[in-house]
């Protein structure tokens, strides 16, 4: 008898409870009950996590940030029901992927705002989504657009906390005195999207 | 990389600073508890039926999971939703019986294997105690947690589980005597 019990105790579930759970996932899609989906796009910059609701992007994830950070804050502010899901983020991969082999200029998939508050934080970055690709703004210029021309500090705290890099291009936003500027203490990867887009030619690179 | 962004995202660890009773994201949620509901419907309902019953369980916890108030005890929480499945599981069976020789040998390469004779014997239990003993003895939850996932008390849960022990130990008797 301890012997049926211990047979179920060390009967070998994992690979069925994978299988059983990634079966979960898809019929949660169908289903409409994943409110954000994640997955992952293997890039140039790193590996970047990507974060869909049914209002679109959400949030883009450079490999450095906390990831459990990441997560609790979407619990908090979107919902807690998050799961990796393919067909969720296919758009969103497939975009960025096309993005980084150079064969998508501007990104179609829509944002959704809810990590940038109304009023002059989301005027700037919805300005910022409109500078085009090989293009690059300044501070100020954002900020005017935004509606406050002399709001370049403030824009740059905006841009700073842009939840949806790359794809609303806080990197085509330089300094009017010359140099790339700040990009989240990764200048590199700043430099690194602007000669992709040819903004910014192999001889600037000391630039900044 | 999807278990690096999920195992990240766990709470649990020491050293976190997530707060007591945080609801993690359902992604860590289902890859910490997906081998103990499917451990207990493997043993519930057999190798036949655990598929379906872990994405009846695994789909209620998630229409529920965004009124959810308190993660502590989550591990309690799935396998109550577990054994109701498993309960309404038997309950539907009972009612359109089915001889358990005659199910159809399916092949199932992926299945976790479990000697269907085990699940036969422990299928002779009656309900409760069928789940009692499970959850005692093959998930070693504490008696309490047996108890809220059964829905009684705490001294009904270690009757039950003592009880069915007591039978599945004669049934396993009686089949080894056959042999």
Known sequence: MSDV??????ADVEAASRRAAGDLVERAHHRGLVDVAFGTVDSPLGSIAVFVTKGGLLRVAYPEERMDRVFEEIVEVVSPRVLEDPKGTER?????????EGRLRRFRLPIDWAFVPQ????????ETARIPFGA???Y??????????????????????????IVVPCHRVVPAGGGIGKYGGEEWRKAWLLRLEGALQPADENMS | MADRLTDVSRGDR??????????PPFA??????????YRFLLAAVGPHDADDCFQETFLSALRAYDRLRDGRNLRGWVLTIATRKALDHWRARARRPLPVEDLPERPAPERAEADPELWRAVGTLPPMQRAAVIHRYVLDLPYADVAGALGCSEEAARASAAEGRKKLRAVVLAGEEER
């Open chain 1, 5 to 10: 019990l211990r047979s179920l105790r060390s």
């Open chain 1, 92 to 100: 969103a991969r497939r975009e960025l992927d096309a993005y980084f």
């Open chain 1, 119 to 126: 009023g002059f934080f989301r005027r700037v970055l919805v």
């Open chain 1, 136 to 138: 690059v703004s300044t």
């Open chain 1, 140 to 165: 100020g210029d954002v900020a005017q657009r935004a509606g406050s021309p002399r709001a370049a500090r403030a824009a740059g705290n905006a841009l700073h906390d842009n939840p949806v890099p």
């Open chain 2, 14 to 23: 020491p050293g976190r600073s997530i707060r007591v009773g945080a609801i």
């Open chain 2, 28 to 37: 860590s949620f289902l890859e910490e508890h997906r081998a103990d509901v």
